[in-house]
């Protein structure tokens, strides 16, 4: 669930997105569950072990200081909430709430600072992921300072309520997604780590990733991004409740980025940070393309970061993302087993809550490990069978053994469904094999050929409404979703849609899946969607200049730009970066470092002027202006250019046309 805030604040001028801070204030229009609906939930509770406590137990130990309330951003509008919560407090799972899901939405609600064996504490359940905070010698160590600077310090001052306050003299970024480094400047001083007082810590590729992952498809992964998190959404039995591995994300609060001061770059390194020994073990292409698991061998600890939680992961994060390597991650989880598998007595997580004991430490990495080679495997399996992904993905309905019967490797967060589908892009791609599909016709041609053949709209409602009541709500979305691209103005299929997916949604194991289909069950009802946020400063001024001449070859407008070859040379001064830059037939691209030997214009500016422009402070014609920006030669060319740009509007339709 990270966001594309990166996109949105390197591409000139993107949006004109309100604040993240700007809350969809979305009426409860959700509605009961259907009889079919309430009796699918209530067969879950037959076929899981909710006998089982131990994980309410495992959630709450260790517990120091509980947290409830509000954390505010500066302009004194809260971006958490714990209270928002307060209905998981009830016993029994509502008739609109997966039982399993409900459970996991339980555990994931205690909040608070916990002691997770000696010198090693928690912040948990205020942030979509975990603080952890380790004493040393003369300081303290934070792995992972949250999405937010509000949250992060609200975090620290708990733990400074209950502990010695002792200075932060570390940082560690466990991989490279927002919600583990973006609350940094709410525990640390930027002065401080160039002071050399602080030092940060990071897996080699970090800032590349941090960065760039987001950037090129930056605007259509933010507003998938929202459909995943769920953040329009009202919390409640009836709407979010859960992201899988945490609450969610703080709407409202200020993403920060500061650069690390010593990368890990070989496999494995021992540091010794304030008295505390620290092995690194990297582990690049699994969660994220940019990660690492930490042992602390003096307190028998192990860190997976995001490599073994509470809940099957994605291989393909539906907000979009490159597929990871399920094999690569199988690997390395079973390199983490055999070389501390006989060593840890607790093991941690930057999500959800620790496992104490050898065995069950061994237990869990071996099962997760076993998990994601499965999916890998049984999806290699069957597509050399000839089996399509949609084929595959209803095949492999369950994991093999005692697997499925693990709370751990259940699909809160990634699902069976998905992950095998991903497996199969990874190695064949989109392309399922069959002709048929090769060119098939966009949503709104097939949706109005489909409502032709069966009838005409009406006969479709009848057809709808006749699955509904026989619970057959996949194929009445189906049926659904063609009408409503065939005639997006037909208020009744509109109407129609919208309970089935919030049935769907109801049903629905996974916290993502739900929060996507009760985000569509909104939109198809007619309430406006969320904007998406301001640029952050902090990424803005990390992005390289080269970054920003990716996100401009993308924006480009090739229709306009056909008939408008042009080359310039466009340079840097202050960071003394020259890019030599090719307008031919249509598309954009540039070479880094040298200059054309006789361009049609020039382009001279700072990277202080562009970060200007980038957040949204300065426009171009105003920076040519008033002198910021110098042009030589035939500065119509490079006007003429910034006409042909687009300009991305972050709430695109998805549930219709």
């Known amino acids: 669930m990270r966001h594309s805030l ?25 509605k009961a569950a259907s009889p079919t609906t309430a009796a699918t939930n209530q067969a879950v509770l037959k076929t899981l072990p909710f006998q089982d406590q131990a994980d309410y137990e495992a959630a709450r130990r260790g517990l120091v200081a509980a947290f409830a309330g509000e954390i505010k951003n500066a302009d004194g509008k809260p971006v958490w909430n714990t209270h928002q919560y307060d209905f998981l407090a009830q016993g029994d799972s ?81 991989h ?13 001083d930027e002065a401080d780590v160039k002071a050399g007082n602080v030092r940060i810590y990071a897996p080699n590729g970090f800032m590349e990733h941090a960065i760039q992952e987001n950037v090129l498809a930056g605007t259509a992964m933010f507003r998938r991004g929202m459909f995943q998190s769920g953040g329009s959404v009202a919390k409640g039995p009836r709407g979010q409740l859960d992201a899988g591995i945490g609450k969610g994300v703080p709407i409202g609060g200020t993403m920060s980025l500061i650069a690390p001061t010593h990368l890990i770059v070989q496999p494995l390194e021992s540091h010794d940070i304030a008295g505390v020994q620290f092995e690194f073990q990297l582990t690049p ?70 496992t104490w004991g050898g065995e069950g430490i061994r237990t869990l990495l071996a099962d ?79 949706g109005q050929r489909y409502v032709q053949a069966l009838g005409g709209a009406d006969k479709v409602l009848a057809l709808m409404r006749t699955a509904m009541q026989q619970g057959d709500y996949r194929w009445a979305a189906q049926l659904g979703n063609h009408l409503v691209f065939a005639e997006p103005d037909n208020k009744a299929a509109r109407e129609a849609q919208a309970d089935v997916l919030e049935q769907l949604g109801y ?47 993308v924006r480009l407008d090739s229709d306009k730009a056909q008939g408008h070859d042009m080359t310039l040379n466009w340079d840097f001064d202050d960071l003394d970066q020259h890019f030599a830059v090719t307008l031919r037939n249509g598309v954009l691209t540039y070479r880094e470092g040298i200059r054309h030997t006789q361009a049609d214009a020039t382009v001279k500016m700072s990277k202080a002027i562009l970060d200007k422009i980038s957040l949204r402070q300065l426009d171009f014609p105003t920076a040519i202006k008033q002198g910021d920006i ?7 060319r490079f006007k003429a250019m910034l006409g042909m740009l687009a300009s991305f509007q972050p709430t695109f339709n998805v549930v219709t046309p």
């Open 6 to 30: 990166v996109a949105l604040a390197i591409a000139v001028g993107l949006t004109n997105s309100a604040s993240w801070a700007a809350e969809v204030a979305a009426q409860s229009l959700a």
């Open 368 to 446: 997760q490990r076993d998990m994601y080679a499965f999916i890998n495997n049984r999806t290699l399996h069957l597509l050399n069978q000839g089996m399509t992904p949609l084929e595959i993905a209803a095949a492999v309905k369950k994991l093999p053994g005692q697997l499925d019967q693990k709370w751990y490797a259940r699909g809160y967060y990634g699902t069976l469904s998905f992950n095998t589908r991903a497996v199969y892009q990874r190695y064949l791609g989109f392309y399922d094999g069959n002709p048929s599909n090769l060119d098939p016709l966009p949503p709104v041609e097939a």
């Open 507 to 553: 049903r629905s194991e996974s916290a993502i899946w739900r929060n996507m289909y009760l985000t569509a069950t909104q939109e198809l009802r007619q309430v406006a969607a969320q904007q998406g946020p301001r640029a952050t400063a902090d990424l803005v001024r990390a992005a390289t200049p080269a970054m920003f001449m990716d996100i401009l070859s």
């Open 285 to 354: 292409g699994t969660e994220a393309p940019a990660e690492m698991n930490l042992y602390l061998p003096q307190m028998k600890a192990l860190c997976m970061s995001e490599n073994a939680v509470m809940s099957m992961h994605n291989v393909l994060t539906p907000r979009g993302a490159e597929v990871r390597d399920a094999k690569t991650w199988s690997r390395f989880i079973d390199d983490s087993l055999v070389r501390y598998g006989d060593q840890a007595q607790v093991m941690f997580a930057q999500h959800n809550w620790p």
């Open 630 to 636: 110098t042009l030589e030669g035939d500065s119509a």
């Open 94 to 174: 509502p008739d609109t709430v997966n039982p399993s899901l409900w459970r996991m939405a339980q555990l994931n609600a205690n909040a608070g600072l916990f002691q997770v064996t000696d010198k090693i504490y928690q912040i948990r359940g205020i942030d979509l992921a975990n603080m952890t905070i380790i004493e040393g010698d003369n300081g303290v160590i934070i792995i992972d300072p949250l999405y937010a600077t509000e949250t992060a310090r609200a975090g620290l001052e708990l733990y400074y309520q209950n502990r010695p306050r002792k200075p932060v003299v570390a940082v560690i970024y466990s």
């Open 176 to 188: 490279s997604h927002a919600d583990h480094f973006g609350g940094v400047r709410g525990v640390v």
